[in-house]
Nanobody, 115 residues
């Protein structure tokens, strides 16, 4: 299993970013996918999840209305669209999958929201 995130960067408050996570090594369209974030000195937390077919999503309350999780099963890729970013969104964002009772993580992508 391999998960490779991209799309992070430095953005001003109110700006947008789209994170991507390219997956390989498992049947992507059969598994829930999730994004977590981890800010310095804080625990990793669940930000968004999406069902295998993409028909249902779940979002952390603090990002509802600003973030959207989606997936393209033809490309084995999951996305996190982040709009109206706030400084408190700054963190490393990780893509993850629970596959055969083991949780796999990507290397993470840094998101920094600052003026």
């Amino acid at each position: 299993v391999q998960l490779v995130e991209s799309g992070g960067g430095l953005v001003q408050p109110g700006g947008s970013l789209r994170l991507s996570c390219a997956a390989s090594g498992f049947s992507f369209s059969s598994y829930y996918m999730s994004w977590y974030s981890q800010a310095p000195g804080k625990e990793r937390r669940l930000v968004a999840s999406i069902t295998p077919a993409g028909g249902s999503t779940d979002l952390l309350d603090s990002v509802k209305g600003r973030f959207t999780i989606s997936r393209d099963n033809a490309k084995d890729t999951v996305y996190l669209q982040m709009n109206n970013l706030k400084p408190e969104d700054s963190a490393v964002y990780y893509c993850t999958v629970l596959y055969r009772s083991r949780r796999y993580w990507g290397q993470g992508t840094q998101v920094t929201v600052s003026s």
